[in-house]
């Protein structure tokens, strides 16, 4: 599923990449009325596939579902899992608060996740790439600015909606600067 209004991009990414890596053909419903739309695949081969690489049918929290041990191998499938993760389940913000009357604005990024498990390997993750994550209610937080910054240069997005909102809460702001 993805927002009408800003992530048709993203959506038209993932049908492409689908299409290459499997050779199906991709949907695209959308659901004006929510906002939504989706992406729908129709395979009972694929389903098969993704079975026997460990994946479960039904309630991913309750059958404790999470990522498969090969993501935690190396440094580039751990920076590509997370890329993914957060273009589908997380947002870049922009957290403000005033003191004496001065405005503060820091960008902050935050990865929701339901299930427990999967919360928790987030997290691993990004400690794998040497970040220092912190956890509140279901959601993984990177609150530093310099992690921000060097969080979109090692791992990116391939979402333009998180691209351009991080370009617009960053400016001119580079990693360097803040070393």
Excluded at 20 to 45: M, Q, T, W
Excluded at 148 to 158: D, I
């Amino acid at each position: 599923s993805f927002n009408l209004k800003t992530e048709q991009t993203y959506a038209n990414y993932l049908a492409q990449l689908t299409t290459l890596l499997f050779h199906l053909e991709v949907k695209k419903r959308e659901r004006p009325k929510y906002g939504a739309g989706d992406l729908v695949i129709n395979s009972c081969e694929l389903v098969r596939f993704l079975l026997s690489q460990g994946m479960a049918k039904g309630n991913k929290i309750k059958h404790q579902a999470g990522l498969p041990a090969w993501v935690f191998k190396s440094m580039d499938t751990a920076r590509g899992s997370l890329r993914g993760l957060f273009d589908s389940d997380g947002c870049i913000y922009r957290h403000s608060y005033a003191v004496n009357g001065i405005l503060y604005q820091y960008p902050k990024i935050a990865f929701t996740a339901y299930s427990p498990k999967i919360r928790g390997q987030i997290f691993q993750l990004l400690e794998l790439l040497k970040f220092c994550p912190k956890e509140y209610g279901n959601r993984i937080h990177l609150y530093s600015q310099y992690e921000v910054l060097r969080y979109f240069e090692e791992c990116g997005t391939h979402n333009d909606w998180h691209h351009n909102r991080f370009e617009k809460f960053c400016g001119d702001l580079r990693l360097e600067e803040l070393m």
